[in-house]
């Protein structure tokens, strides 16, 4: 019998890659026989990821990119397709937030930088729009191929202090719908493109806001979180695999235009 979740020899781009989701899900992907590009800006620290996952120049590679700039991205996906053949499986990874862009008790909403909005909303809007544009048209030209999106929980529900990334990722959980419905309905069935949100997982991004640097616990914030998280607990970046191996092999072929939370039931909770 076929096995549906395969994905051996899959080829599978990611940006992102070197981040601390990113990294675990290619970590995955290698694990599941797939060959995997590390597109990222740092490419000495996708170097670095590479000796530790104990990818070899067969399976996994990196390829300095950055997500907005077009023409960058052209070079290596082209430089992807020349060593693997071709892509069957996008991955924008690339987002986070940003400390000028987050409110706290010294920097009020009126006192947030343009410059940290703006790299917040191009980071995750255009990182993931520019990237789709490029590889989804090779995918068009092959008749399929998939995109996968990285949304959040802020997606969802309306969380203080980061109001420039939670616009922004609502913004990709919209796009990530328009996309299906346009791929499938000009182009082919056979594009599919999904997201998942995940819920609260440590990050560089965000550890400032649930740790408490002297004390080493947990922040108020924090606290909330895991208050509101019926599982109790933080996420773990592994705890992303098998949900991104579901929707990007067979067994999701007739699954388009969702966003999965991976939230430990934070979503699903009202909080009494």
Same mark, same amino acid.
């Given at each position: 019998?076929?096995? &549906? *979740?395969? &994905?051996?020899?899959?080829?599978?781009?990611? #940006?992102?890659?070197?981040?601390?989701?990113?990294?675990?899900?290619?970590?995955?992907?290698?694990?599941?026989?797939?060959?995997?590009?590390?597109?990222? %800006?740092?490419?000495?620290?996708?170097?670095?990821?590479?000796?530790? /996952?104990?990818?070899?120049?067969?399976?996994?590679?990196?390829?300095?990119?950055?997500? &907005?700039?077009?023409?960058?991205?052209?070079?290596? @996906?082209?430089?992807?397709?020349?060593?693997?053949? =071709?892509?069957? @499986?996008?991955? !924008?990874?690339?987002?986070?937030?940003?400390?000028?862009?987050?409110?706290?008790?010294?920097? #009020?909403?009126?006192?947030?930088?343009?410059?940290? /909005? %703006?790299? @917040?909303?191009?980071?995750?809007?255009?990182? #993931?729009?520019?990237?789709?544009?490029?590889?989804?048209? =090779?995918?068009?030209? %092959?008749?399929?191929?998939?995109?996968?999106?990285?949304? +959040?929980?802020?997606?969802?529900?309306?969380?203080?202090?980061?109001?420039?990334? +939670?616009?922004?990722?609502?913004?990709?959980?919209?796009?990530?719908?328009? &996309?299906?419905? =346009?791929?499938?309905?000009?182009?082919?069935?056979?594009? %599919?493109?999904?997201?998942?949100?995940?819920? *609260?997982?440590? $990050?560089?991004? !965000?550890?400032?806001?649930?740790?408490?640097?002297?004390?080493?616990?947990? $922040?108020?914030?924090?606290? #909330?979180?895991?208050? !509101?998280?019926?599982?109790?607990?933080?996420?773990?970046?592994?705890? /992303? !695999?098998?949900?991104?191996?579901?929707?990007? +092999?067979?067994?999701?072929?007739?699954? $388009?235009?969702? @966003?999965?939370?991976?939230?430990?039931? *934070?979503?699903? *909770?009202?909080?009494?």
């Amino acid at each position: 019998m076929k096995n &549906l *979740f395969d &994905l051996k020899d899959k080829i599978v781009a990611v #940006t992102g890659g070197t981040g601390v989701l990113g990294s675990e899900i290619a970590k995955g992907l290698i694990e599941a026989g797939a060959k995997v590009a590390l597109l990222d %800006r740092n490419v000495e620290k996708a170097n670095d990821l590479i000796k530790k /996952l104990g990818g070899t120049d067969d399976n996994l590679i990196a390829v300095k990119t950055d997500v &907005l700039v077009k023409e960058t991205i052209e070079k290596s @996906v082209a430089v992807v397709i020349e060593k693997f053949g =071709h892509i069957d @499986v996008l991955i !924008n990874g690339a987002g986070g937030n940003h400390p000028e862009a987050t409110t706290n008790a010294e920097q #009020t909403f009126f006192q947030l930088s343009e410059k940290g /909005l %703006r790299h @917040v909303f191009d980071l995750n809007i255009m990182g #993931t729009i520019i990237p789709s544009q490029i590889v989804g048209k =090779h995918f068009v030209e %092959r008749g399929e191929g998939i995109i996968l999106n990285i949304s +959040s929980m802020a997606a969802y529900s309306t969380i203080t202090r980061v109001a420039a990334y +939670s616009a922004a990722k609502a913004g990709v959980s919209n796009f990530t719908s328009w &996309l299906a419905v =346009h791929m499938a309905q000009e182009y082919s069935s056979k594009i %599919r493109v999904n997201a998942i949100a995940p819920g *609260f997982f440590l $990050t560089q991004q !965000n550890e400032f806001l649930l740790k408490d640097k002297e004390s080493g616990g947990l $922040t108020d914030r924090g606290e #909330t979180i895991i208050k !509101n998280t019926p599982f109790g607990d933080f996420g773990k970046p592994e705890q /992303l !695999n098998g949900t991104v191996q579901w929707l990007i +092999s067979d067994a999701s072929e007739f699954v $388009t235009g969702i @966003v999965v939370p991976i939230d430990g039931g *934070f979503n699903a *909770f009202s909080g009494v």
